[in-house]
T-cell receptor, first 115, second 112 residues
Framework: ETGVTQTPRHLVMGMTNKKSLKCEQH?????MYWYKQSAKKPLELMFV???????ENNSVPSRFSPECPNSSHLFLHLHTLQPEDSALYLC??????????????FGPGTRLTVT | GNSVTQMEGPVTLSEEAFLTINCTYT??????LFWYVQYPGEGLQLLLK?????DKGSNKGFEATYRKETTSFHLEKGSVQVSDSAVYFC???????????FGPGTSLSVIP
């Protein structure tokens, strides 16, 4: 247990569906992240929230919409996805208030399949 | 820019063999360096870290030494087990305000 939980663990959705991924961290961290992990590709950072404000959006298509209502929760809202969006979506958290050794703690991921 | 390079594998070893996974980095200044491990069906877990030159990180029999002169952070284990089969990611972070830069990952399979 890393202190970061993600639900659901597995999700199958059609291209016209709308669904949401949820992440919760119990570590008191103030920064949260969404990553996409596809087979045979490097980890892709999608979004970064620090102190509940989005500080980075790495050219992610608008069909992915993040939401961070407070420092413990992070959502990724999905709509009209494409089959190539099938991947493992990982949430992470860290402390982001100075210093250089603040490692990230990852959740177990949501395995998303778009049909 | 900052980057991490590591051998991509896959690496296949027999149980009790010696493991080395090479990692080199490009960054200005003194980043913190990390090794993460991802077991099948799970997220990434921090394995070990080092925050300054000549630091040695260690955990679960794995070790890595921060070598500033060679910009390297190679992961080693003296005797691997089947349960060590996983993907290993080398990573760096310059400050807590910077994003973590991950290497591509090295897949390790340990056979009995």
């Amino acid at each position: 247990e890393t202190g970061v939980t993600q639900t659901p663990r597995h999700l199958v959705m059609g291209m016209t569906n709308k669904k949401s991924l949820k992440c919760e961290q119990h570590l008191g961290h103030n920064a949260m992240y969404w990553y996409k992990q596809s087979a045979k590709k490097p980890l892709e950072l999608m979004f970064v929230y620090s102190l509940e404000e989005r500080v980075e959006n790495n050219s992610v298509p608008s069909r992915f919409s993040p939401e961070c209502p407070n420092s413990s929760h992070l959502f990724l809202h999905l709509h009209t996805l494409q089959p190539e969006d099938s991947a493992l979506y990982l949430c992470a958290s860290s402390q982001s208030t100075g210093g250089s050794s603040y490692e990230q703690y990852f959740g177990p991921g949501t395995r998303l399949t778009v049909t | 820019g900052n980057s991490v390079t590591q051998m991509e594998g896959p690496v296949t070893l027999s149980e009790e063999a010696f493991l080395t996974i090479n990692c080199t980095y490009t960054a200005t200044g003194y980043p913190s360096l990390f090794w993460y491990v991802q077991y099948p069906g799970e997220g990434l877990q921090l394995l070990l870290k080092a925050t300054k030159a000549d630091d040695k990180g260690s955990n679960k029999g794995f070790e890595a030494t921060y070598r500033k002169e060679t910009t390297s952070f190679h992961l080693e284990k003296g005797s691997v087990q089947v349960s060590d089969s996983a993907v290993y990611f080398c990573a760096l972070r310059k400050t807590s305000y910077d994003k973590v830069i991950f290497g591509p990952g090295t897949s390790l399979s340990v056979i009995p």
